[in-house]
């Protein structure tokens, strides 16, 4: 699952504009950490114990509050229940194999109402 949302992770990173990316780690103890690069802006993750959690932290500082380009409502990552956000969330497209796991965003599945409403 850790790798398969790791994965996840960095194939959203790269449909975000992103120019560089580096998944690092230092020892004693593991501690894994995630960068990139936007628009010449390095952006760091905090220090986590396992890759995927890196990786989310750096979704979140990057996507949290930008604008989807397809509704151009403002985007989040996770669910949001109240307000009128496109929120990014992570599901598995194989529920018979942990590794393979992608993020939707919420204007992919409410139909093409909304698509039509943020694209013209």
Known sequence: MLL??????IALLGH???????LAYEENPIQWWAEGNWNGTRV???KFPYPAMAVE?????VL??????????T???GIIVDGDYCCFTLVAEDLDDDGKYRYIRTCEVEGDEVGRRGTG
Not at 57 to 61: I, N, Q
Not at 66 to 71: H, N, S, T, V, Y
Request: charged share 20%.
């Open 64 to 73: 949290n509050g930008g604008q989807c380009g397809r509704c151009h409502r």
């Open 16 to 22: 975000s504009g992103m120019t560089r990316f580096e």
């Open 57 to 61: 932290d750096l979704l979140a500082r």
């Open 44 to 46: 760091f993750s905090q």
């Open 4 to 9: 398969g949302r790791t994965n996840a992770g």
């Open 75 to 77: 985007t989040v990552v």
